[in-house]
Each structure stands twice: as C-alpha cells, then as structure tokens.
C-alpha cells in the first residue's frame, strides 16, 4: 500500500493535526450564533464540547478506520459522536474498498430495530454538504438468520448468500450516468429498553486478505493516518456548522415541523425537528401520539448538534421510557427547572434546544401523513400544572432512581445497548 504525500510532509503527523485543532476552533468560534449570541462564553463551551467530539470521531477515522484491507467495527459513543447521535442507538462503523468481498459475521441481538448500509461517502457531513450515499441496504425484516440467531452477510458486486449487499450501483446523477462504489458500511442497532435489550455481536473481513498481517508503522504511515484524521476533522465541522446554517432558517422559532420522510437514509424513518430558545422561566410540552411504528423517540441537542450528555442527564426519551397520559399520548417537558413530571427533557445548559423526533420502521398501513402532527404549547413554568392537571407528580427521590437506572444501563461495560 501507497500512502498520499502532503506539501507539509517535513512536518510531524502530530503538528499537522495540532494546527488543524486550531482551524476547526476559529471556524466554529466564528459561527454566526456565536458572534449573536447574548452569552457567546457558553456556545464558546459548546463548541469546545462539539470540537472534542469531532476529534475523537476524526482520530478514530484516521487511525483505526483507515485501511480497508484490514477492516474492523468502531463503535460511537458518547465521545465520539457527531450529527446528534441517537441515544437510542449503536452505531457500528467500518471502512471497505471497492472492489472488494467482505464478509459481516455475527449474531442477532435483541435491538427493537436493526439497519445495514453500504454507502459511498464520510460519516456526516462534509464542507459541501454530502453525506453518505446508500448503495445499498438490509433491513431487519429481510435479514436471515438459523435457528441460534447467526448470520452471515456477504459485500461484494456479485450476488452470493441470502444477506448480500452490493458494493456498487450505477445512477444517473445530472443526466450522467456515474458508477457508484461503496467505502463504507454502517449498522444502526436501535433500542427501547436500555436495561433488558442486548446488542447483536458483529465481525468484519476481507476475503483476499484474510489471515494477512497488516503494514507495520512507519513515519510515512504515521503521517498518512494524522492527515486523515486532520482533513476529516476540518472538513466535518465545516459541514456541520454549514448544515446547521441553512437548517435553522427553515425551521421555526417554537414550533416542530410536520413529520417527513427521511431523504436517503434509513427506510421507513420519519422525523419531525424544531428549534426552541430556552428561558428559566418558561417551560415547552410537546405533545406527540404514539404510532405502530416499532421505534419512536424524542431527543434535545443544542445548536452544534451536541448529543450533550445522554448517559447522566435526560435529553432523551423513546416511548418505552416515557409514561404515557389516559389517551395514550406522550406529553413531554422542556425546562431548565425540573419540573416534577415524569417526561421532563433536560436542556442541559444549551441556549436554544434543538428538538428532534424519530419513527422508525413505520409499517406500511400506517400513514403518518394522516396522524395527527406533535403539538407545541410554551407556558409559563409557575403556570405548567394548570395545563397538566392529570400529571402525576414526580418527586425528587423518583428522578434519582430514573437518571441512576438511565446511568447504569447506557455505561455499562461491555455496554449492553
């Protein structure tokens, strides 16, 4: 294998990155919410949380992400996160090449949804706004499993196996036929019961090196794998932050959208988003109904599309963990203050919440054109039992017990979810 070469290439791999680090701080420090903001200290902080993340995701990319002859699976978490990582989730990344047979060995879990895809792209966005393109797809309806739960799922050009994956696709994009070739795979296990569902188990090889040593290090790999990681992080925070311009215009102030379709990402995934200014005085009740879709959740971020920290603080809820009112319906509480309901969402410090909701799966009977859209009522927080008369009161003692059993399941070692 042949490594790229860079003008900078005298340098260390480590002050390539170092100099990188810096970069991606003075492009988020001059995002536009930065410079308006009323407190520009604490999107400062923000964005030094969101930097952190991006660099452990890039230095995953670019150290143990970068050979596609010697794949294996990376697993994000809550510090290697980016783009609003799912809570709910567990994501398993890997890198292949095209061509190139693979073969995925494992067993089944117990996850309440499961998607594979094989795409072409980076993990996110990047500075022009690409994402990952899906090639192609598994769902966990049409995955084949024995009798025990194993299965085996075959990556190639040709098709071979009950779970095969193409690695390729022609489409014609702007009246040009274009050869599509896969360098990705991404797996998304989704949970509802964080204490009792388990995490299937997952390997990855190449065929045609199968049992092959990898190259050991050297100064041009070392520097190959540190402008890896340096290009993916700038490239990604430039992305992210471009994204989040464009969205934010597009959402209203205090309102969540009608549920949509998700473009080219999970099948049968819809979501509804918005953006809500947080006020210590004021408290946001989303009202969502509950769907026949297998997975459904509410999720807070912040502007940098920070997950903030889902293990210890409630800025998530799917709809096993969230107690339902006497019609069956969710009502949930944004606050700073906890608001003594079961269903409170933590902002977590961030200016303005960014809200996000997710169905996945959403049989195909089922039409969420037709369902009755979630509802955003902003209250005054001495005023918030007057409009919940029903609520039952959730008492101090019960939100240590709920935040303790959110801490142990999602930390555990090997985590379970």
């Known amino acids: 294998m042949t490594y790229a070469t860079n003008d900078q290439q005298h340098l260390q791999g480590s002050m390539l990155l170092a100099s990188a680090i810096d970069k991606a701080r003075s492009i988020m420090y001059e995002a536009h919410w930065v410079l308006d903001s009323s407190d520009p200290e604490q ?16 230095l995953d990319k670019g150290f143990a992400l970068h050979d596609a002859n010697h794949p294996e699976f990376r697993t994000l978490d809550q510090y ?6 799912n809570p709910d989730n567990r994501y398993h990344i890997a890198t292949i090449s095209t061509p190139g047979k693979y073969v995925i060995r494992g067993k089944r879990g117990t996850s309440a949804d499961l998607q594979i895809q094989v795409g072409t792209g980076e993990p996110g966005f990047d500075v022009n706004l690409t994402s990952p393109v899906t090639i192609s797809q598994l769902a ?8 025990d739960g194993h299965f085996e799922i075959i990556i190639s050009d040709c098709e071979e196996g009950n779970n095969w994956l193409n690695n390729s ?3 014609t994009v702007g009246g040009v036929e274009k050869e599509l070739k896969a360098n990705s795979i991404l ?3 989704s949970f509802m019961d964080w204490q ?3 995490s299937g188990t997952w390997y990855i090889e190449r065929q045609d090196t199968r049992g092959e040593p990898n190259p050991v290090t050297s100064p041009e790999l070392i520097n190959h794998q540190y402008q890896l990681t340096s290009d993916y992080l700038l490239g990604s925070v430039r992305g992210w932050i471009k994204f989040v311009e464009q969205l934010r215009p597009n959402l209203r102030v205090n309102h969540l959208s009608e549920p949509r379709e998700t473009q080219d990402g999970l099948p049968g995934q819809w979501n509804s988003a918005g953006q809500f200014p947080i006020n210590s005085d004021k408290a946001i009740i989303i009202t969502v109904e509950k769907s026949t879709a297998p997975y459904q959740s509410i999720q807070v971020g912040d502007l940098w599309f920070n997950a903030l920290d889902f293990c210890r603080r409630q800025i998530s809820l799917n709809m096993a963990q969230a107690q339902p009112d006497k019609k069956g319906n969710y009502r949930f509480v944004i606050s700073v203050e906890d608001p003594g309901v079961a269903n409170w969402l933590d902002p977590a410090g961030a200016s303005t919440s960014f809200v996000f909701l997710r169905w996945q799966s959403v049989p195909a009977d ?10 955003v009522e902003i209250v005054d927080l001495d005023k918030l039992r007057d409009c919940l008369p029903d609520e039952p009161r959730f008492c101090r003692r019960q939100r240590k017990e709920q935040l303790a059993a959110r801490q142990a399941a999602s930390l555990n ?5």
């Open 413 to 417: 070692s090997p985590r379970g979810f």
């Open 169 to 171: 696709e022609v489409r």
């Open 80 to 85: 290697n996160q980016y783009g609003l990582y």
């Open 43 to 58: 999107e400062k902080a923000a964005a030094e949380q969101q930097l952190k993340n991006q660099l452990v995701a890039a």
């Open 196 to 198: 009792e569902e388990v």
């Open 366 to 375: 089922y039409d969420m054109t037709q369902a009755p859209a979630p509802s």
């Open 187 to 189: 797996i998304r296990e």
């Open 140 to 147: 966990l309806a049409d995955l084949v499993v024995d009798d």
